[in-house]
């Protein structure tokens, strides 16, 4: 069993203490965990860590307008993705609502009474800690990587516990600092209005950017999962100067992927 103890002095011998870290992790990598996901992210909160963390929510997306056509926009926005359905309630900071793969770590943050929660419908962040305002209010629909940024001037961290560079969410960050824009979205906000807004793009192809971030990385063992600390700015920077030399570098596996093909050209014509 991985105790709150052995989680505490892992995030101090990666220097992780008393610092803002966005956290990506697979509870089920630590293995049994006395407390389970709360007790993690009291560990965070222990060590006098402001954690923040990916809350998504794409139960709030509805489909495109008629008369916005978007080209390069990693679909087509007049046919509707077959598992689709618009939403019939809007997005409030104050939900609890998150996407089951967002993992139960980031769920306990989201449901922690004291939490902040940015004002996105698909791709809000949440955070706890003494800090966690300027982490997640400037966030707003068409400002969805605005916590990477703060976390970046803030010389924070984001930190994969048990998962791969294809969670790292800063990294869509890069692929703007590169150029790229972000893919535009519909949503319904809290006056359940149809809005535009900013989503990240494929990332399964993110792994190929270890030759450009993985050695920033600070590790350790933690249960059965590694974890690899990275400080945020200095990858975006390193990441998207390799995004600017080979922007195929993102790409997934499949060549068919619209949302890949449409980034490595640039992403959507605004």
């Known amino acids: 069993m991985t105790t ?17 870290v966005c956290l990506h992790t697979s509870l ?3 293995g049994k965990v006395d407390g389970g996901a709360r007790s993690v992210v009291d560990a965070f909160l222990s060590e006098r860590c ?3 963390v990916p809350a998504f929510s794409w139960k709030y997306a509805v489909s495109a307008p008629n008369d ?5 926009n990693g679909r087509d926005d007049a046919v509707r993705a077959p598992a689709e ?6 997005y409030s900071v104050s ?5 089951s793969d967002m993992g139960a770590v980031a769920a306990a943050v989201v449901r922690s009474h004291d939490r902040v929660r940015g004002n996105h419908p698909l791709c809000s962040f949440a955070a706890v800690g003494e800090l966690a305002d300027p982490l997640v209010t400037e966030q707003q629909p068409l400002d969805a990587m ?3 940024r703060q976390l970046a001037d803030a010389n924070g961290f984001v930190l994969l516990a048990g998962v ?3 969670s790292m969410t800063l990294l869509h960050w890069a692929e703007q600092l590169a150029g790229r824009s972000l893919f535009r979205r519909w949503a319904l906000d809290a006056n359940r209005h149809a809005v535009e807004v900013e989503t990240g793009g494929c990332s399964a192809g993110f792994g190929n950017l270890e030759t450009a971030v993985g050695g920033l990385a600070k590790e350790a063992q933690v249960g059965r999962g590694l974890w690899r600390a990275f400080p945020a700015a200095e990858a975006a920077r390193l990441a998207s100067d390799a995004i600017r030399r080979d922007p195929a570098i993102t790409h997934c596996a499949d060549t068919g992927c619209a949302r890949c093909n449409d980034a490595v050209l640039g992403g959507p014509l605004l």
């Open 4 to 20: 709150v103890y052995e989680i505490r002095s892992a995030v101090n011998g990666l220097g992780l203490s008393g610092q803002f």
């Open 28 to 30: 089920r990598s630590l």
């Open 50 to 52: 402001t954690l923040l």
């Open 68 to 72: 916005r056509r978007i080209e390069r």
């Open 85 to 90: 359905q618009d939403a019939t309630e809007g």
């Open 95 to 99: 939900t609890v609502e998150i996407d």
């Open 146 to 148: 605005a916590p990477m």
């Open 164 to 166: 791969g560079l294809s």
